[in-house]
């Protein structure tokens, strides 16, 4: 069992940044993929950005690439969203999950096994 705590998120200026982190409260999660979604009023929950455990590899959202940054640090047990150049439409309830099985990074929400409570960012115009 694995949980997840996220933090950070908040009220920012577009043009802005933010960095969440998500604290991993847990074991054996050495193999886990660690992810971040994010979900906006009305909308279906999206994938932001992935990062292996082991290995570092990451993957983020091709539209989010040259705003958003994901790492990891291991001493900590943190996984972090570092977001710049924010924009209103970036405003969304952020979420920390966990692949268990995958061996590749995945970007659909059904293949997360656990996940945090979300934090909020809203991104004012």
């Known amino acids: 069992q694995v949980q997840l705590v996220e933090s950070g998120g908040g009220l920012v200026q577009a043009g802005g940044s933010l960095r969440l982190s998500c604290a991993i409260d847990?074991?054996?999660?050495?193999?886990?993929?660690m992810g971040w979604f994010r979900q906006a009023p009305g909308k279906e929950r999206e994938f932001v950005a992935a990062?292996?455990?082991?290995?570092?590899?990451?993957n983020v959202a091709y539209s989010l690439k040259d705003r958003f940054t994901i790492s990891k640090d291991n001493a900590k047990n943190a996984v972090y969203l570092q977001m710049n150049s924010l924009k209103p439409e970036d405003t969304a309830v952020y979420y920390c999950?966990?692949?268990?099985?995958?061996?590749?990074?995945?970007?659909?929400?059904?293949?997360?096994?656990?996940w945090g409570l979300g934090t909020q960012v809203t991104v004012s115009s």
């Open positions: 999950a966990a692949d268990r099985y995958s061996s590749n990074i995945v970007i659909i929400t059904t293949a997360y096994d656990f």
């Open positions: 847990g074991r054996a999660f050495s193999t886990y993929i």
């Open positions: 990062i292996r455990w082991s290995g570092g590899n990451t």
